[in-house]
């Protein structure tokens, strides 16, 4: 069964603080990896995509990873911002536009 | 570019009423999706449309929920009566043909009481 599987659920971290989320996934055929950032109250926004070939891709202080092999990836999040409480959705993608997403883990930064 | 348009944005209703919810779609985007997101949880599929055709639609409650995408571009899903269960936002989001990143919408938050 296609799945994808994020941990923790929740995380609390003080502002300026480093911060790792985790996905695992099943899905097959794999295509792509995308994180999305979702405010409360917004539609998820794109953070960044990686391909089977690719195993790391940065977008400011976020960085991604790519294990292909053990079918992982994880978020980094570097030097925390308020605005970064948010919920931090991993998705992953079929060659026909099929998608499928991990339940989201909850990022709380405090001052 | 605009992006992709939803409407209302909130909506309260009783249970058993009927509640319908619109989506125009980044111009140009063939595909377009429905989906439900509870609480504290990743969003469901609900509905995949390609141009005015369904692609999938296997986790649609058929015998509450409609949706439709007459011409190809916006979209509209229904849900008749509503449950207490159905509280959640519906999201819609589209793709360009070919493409892989999906583009949301700000989502429709149903409370049903």
């Known amino acids: 069964k296609n799945q994808v599987e994020q941990s923790p659920q929740s995380l609390i971290i003080l502002e300026g603080k480093n911060c790792t989320l985790q996905?695992?996934?099943?899905?097959?055929?794999?295509?792509?990896l995308r994180w999305y950032k979702q405010d409360t109250g917004r539609g998820p926004v794109s953070l960044t995509i990686m391909t089977f070939s690719e195993n790391t891709k940065s977008n400011g202080r976020y960085t991604a990873t790519l294990d292909a092999d053990t079918k992982q990836s994880s978020l980094h999040i570097t030097a925390s911002q308020l605005s970064d409480s948010a919920s931090y959705i991993c998705?992953?993608?079929?060659?026909?536009?099929?998608?499928?997403f991990g339940p989201g883990t909850r990022l709380s930064v405090l001052p | 570019e605009a992006g992709v348009a939803q409407s209302p944005r909130y909506k309260i209703i009783e249970k058993r009423q009927s509640v319908a919810f619109w989506c125009n779609p980044i111009?140009?985007?063939?595909?377009l999706y429905w989906y439900q997101q509870i609480l504290g949880q990743g969003p469901k599929l609900l509905i995949q449309f390609q141009n005015n055709g369904v692609v999938d639609d296997s986790q649609l409650p058929k015998d509450r929920f409609s949706a439709e995408r007459l011409k190809g571009v916006d979209s509209t899903l229904k849900i008749q009566p509503a449950k207490l269960e159905d509280s959640a936002v519906y999201l819609c989001a589209s793709i360009i043909a070919g493409g892989d990143e999906q583009y949301f919408g700000p989502g429709t938050r149903l409370t049903v009481t």
């Open positions: 996905c695992n996934y099943t899905v097959s055929p794999f295509s792509n």
């Open positions: 111009s140009g985007h063939a595909t």
């Open positions: 998705v992953v993608g079929d060659y026909g536009q099929n998608f499928v």
